[in-house]
């Protein structure tokens, strides 16, 4: 089955700095891979998706990039700010029908 | 339109007893999954809906782990004679389609479970 790696666990940035977080996978077959963002107390939402056909994806401040002969993608947050503060979670198809998700990334933003 | 829905938020129970978990799926969502999320930890894969596919049951950590979802629509997860180290987060997850083909997982908040 699929298994999902990501680094690191925790990360400290000031805010305005850039932030990337890394996640490796290890099936082949996998070709769809969203990122989550959880905030305390809260639910986990998607905040970008890419799929095997693209190798970059931008949203605003946010971007993902995969590299699939590597297995590997990249979340970037650049010019962060404090409400940025969570835990982010990658992730990736395992077959057709479930999601194999990292142990996620403390993100914390100082002002 | 209403989200994923759980019922209770919080639940606190004595190792030994049975408990039940609800989650209500967005309407018309076809797939459904359930989560276990320890302190900590990243989201944990117990059982997945399809339809009325036959579900796959492969994340279940134990026999005393069951789910069930009535008409293709409310799944309850139970947890038979819980142990303290059941105590976690489970979040129940839906999806138009199966997520394989790229369709979004929305999450539920969540019940905490407490296992004194």
């Known amino acids: 089955g699929e298994n999902v790696e990501q680094h690191p666990s925790t990360l400290s940035v000031q805010e305005g700095d850039s932030a990337v977080i890394k996640c490796t996978y290890s099936d082949s077959a996998s070709n769809y891979f969203p990122w989550y963002k959880q905030e305390l107390g809260k639910r986990p939402q998607l905040i970008i998706d890419i799929r095997s056909n693209v190798g970059e994806k931008k949203d605003q401040r946010i971007a993902v990039t995969l590299n699939k002969t590597a297995k590997h993608f990249s979340l970037h947050i650049t010019e962060t700010q404090p409400e940025d503060s969570a835990v982010y979670f990658c992730a990736a198809n395992s077959g057709y029908s479930t999601l194999t998700f990292g142990k996620g990334t403390m993100l914390l933003v100082s002002p | 339109g209403a989200g994923v829905s759980q019922s209770p938020s919080n639940k606190v129970t004595e190792k030994g007893k049975d408990v039940e978990l609800r989650c209500d799926p967005i309407s018309g969502h076809t797939a459904l999954y359930w989560y276990r999320q320890s302190l900590g930890q990243g989201l944990e894969f117990l059982i997945y809906?399809?339809?009325?596919?036959?579900?796959?049951k492969s994340g279940l950590p134990s026999d005393r782990f069951s789910a069930e979802r009535t008409g293709g629509s409310v799944s309850t997860l139970t947890i038979q004679r819980t142990q303290q180290e059941d105590s976690a987060v489970y979040l129940c997850a839906s999806s138009l389609h199966r997520t394989g083909a790229g369709e979004t997982q929305y999450f539920g908040p969540g019940t905490r479970l407490l296992v004194l």
């Open positions: 809906f399809q339809g009325n596919s036959a579900p796959d």
